[in-house]
């Protein structure tokens, strides 16, 4: 059984953008050849989240006004009185979805549902470059 | 250190029906004879999910309300544009919950809560046959 | 590749109050070692969660003020018909935000955001003695 970290770089364009992760996490799978294990994927960053979803627009929409409504942009956030960015909803709805996921794989596929994508959602208020953990322990 | 590939067939009654799967996977663990190590338990699908509560009654009842209060059933969603099923609310749930855990075990036990159940809760709007992976890494 | 189980043993206040473990995972993880790899941290029990966050006073009551706002504490719990103990909402908490968080390592280092913190929420309604496991898998 071997242990890798890789990466992956992530232009987002903030405020809720979701990108579909999954064919680029199937390529990282293929370069190391790996047939059994997991893949961790873990975003370093307090303003944004990895989850998984059935990837089309009508869901991206219901998933952003879903946050939306239970923490909406516009409140109030005892974080604009620390840093004064603007951001303090980006942070809330980060904590509640999570940083990271896990994803075994077989038979070197990822085992994931044919209508279940992995997605990075950025919350951030602004545009930002991410950098993705993408951890393989298998053989 | 050994990896291995397992799977659970869990038949569901849907909508939000919450399955305790720790009795199985406690069986399954034996059945491998590992002593540290961890189980990852992965719902392949997008409209299902793991957690852990205190299974009992009461609690299953006060999670399904909490769920409906979030992201009710009857509410609008553009997935419906897209697919027209009826399981916007069941998508939007999951991945709100996301679907998968990962529990360490040590001494051949899995190091739970004794008040600490592994659930599966199945948010599609219809009975489903759901595979689940569970995956183990340890010795 | 190796496979430990460590431990932590934290006190809270309960109701909500939120610890950063970010110094003492760090020790530990240097106590082994290990340069590449993973830390599984989790928390036995149904009324606590980890979750990552900017650990500041803003957005500590900020993350409060969520939690008291989808799952109030004085709302009705069909758990309390249960047990009669107080803590309906702990439960409900906790399960909606899961026990536990794995996060990736190399270079010997928690490949953490320089503002993002892991943090251990006790949501029970009364002081607890937490009893953490600290899992690393790596080399």
Chains 1, 2, 3 share one sequence.
Do not use: C
Not at 3 to 16: F, H, K, P, Q, W
Not at 28 to 56: C, D, N, P, R
Not at 60 to 65: A, G, M, N
């Amino acid at each position: 059984m071997t242990i890798v970290n890789d990466s992956l770089s992530i232009e987002t364009r903030g405020e809720g953008d979701m990108i579909d992760l999954t064919n680029r996490l199937t390529l990282l799978l293929q370069k190391y050849k790996m047939k059994t294990g997991q893949m961790l994927v873990f975003v370093a960053g307090s303003t944004a989240s990895i989850t998984t979803i059935e990837y089309e627009p009508g869901l991206k929409k219901d998933f952003t006004l879903l946050m939306e409504r239970l923490i909406p942009r516009n409140a109030r956030y005892f974080h604009e009185e620390t840093w004064n960015d603007g951001n303090g909803h980006s942070h809330v709805r980060a904590s509640l979805l999570g940083p990271s996921i896990t994803i075994p794989f077989g038979g070197g596929k990822l085992l994931l549902g044919t209508w279940q994508q992995v997605v990075l959602i950025d919350y951030d208020n602004r545009p930002r470059s991410r950098e993705l953990v993408v951890q393989f322990i298998g053989e």
